[in-house]
């Protein structure tokens, strides 16, 4: 290929976009890396630079303060429930309340303890809850 078919790749963005790729703790990034695209919206990247500063602040200051080791994708076992009669398997439902903690720190540690150290990411998770009632019942069955 002498000439590349988009000007992302005339670029270099899905260079980087796949170098983001390897970096990834699981599968279901992929589907928000993808979704990147190039911009040249000034405001738009300067917006996403600060969450991206944010971010690394975080890393920088130690690199296990963010629970992210049980963030799994639920889209296939979520879609064989499709059917009726069909229920999750233990071991699904076990995955499920153990990603549901995990959401329940981050929004614990970005609505508590670090609001004002990272605004940005505190007011991205400011409408994420974990239902107290789910992870009980969850508990119930397994």
């Given at each position: 290929?002498?000439?590349?078919?988009?000007?992302?790749?005339?670029?270099?963005?899905?260079?980087?976009?796949?170098?983001?790729?390897r970096?990834?703790?699981?599968?279901?990034?992929?589907?928000?890396?993808?979704?990147?695209?190039?911009?040249?919206?000034?405001?738009l990247?300067?917006?996403?630079?600060?969450?991206?500063?944010?971010?690394?602040?975080i890393?920088?200051?130690?690199?296990?303060?963010?629970?992210?080791y049980?963030i799994?994708?639920?889209?296939?076992?979520?879609?064989?429930?499709?059917?009726?009669?069909?229920?999750?398997?233990?071991?699904?439902?076990?995955?499920?309340?153990?990603?549901?903690e995990?959401?329940?720190?981050?929004?614990?540690?970005?609505?508590?303890?670090?609001?004002?150290?990272?605004?940005?990411?505190?007011n991205?998770?400011?409408?994420?809850?974990?239902?107290?009632?789910?992870?009980?019942?969850?508990?119930?069955?397994?």
């Open positions: 290929m002498i000439y590349p078919d988009s000007f992302e790749q005339k670029i270099g963005v899905d260079i980087v976009r796949n170098n983001i790729k970096m990834c703790v699981n599968d279901l990034s992929y589907v928000f890396i993808d979704k990147l695209n190039f911009t040249n919206d000034y405001y990247i300067k917006h996403r630079l600060e969450y991206i500063k944010e971010m690394f602040a890393l920088e200051s130690n690199i296990n303060v963010l629970p992210i049980q799994d994708d639920f889209r296939v076992p979520f879609k064989s429930t499709e059917i009726e009669g069909t229920f999750l398997e233990t071991d699904i439902l076990l995955s499920i309340k153990k990603f549901l995990c959401l329940g720190q981050l929004v614990d540690f970005f609505s508590k303890k670090n609001k004002e150290c990272h605004p940005l990411l505190a991205y998770l400011s409408n994420v809850a974990v239902a107290d009632s789910v992870l009980k019942d969850i508990s119930r069955i397994l």
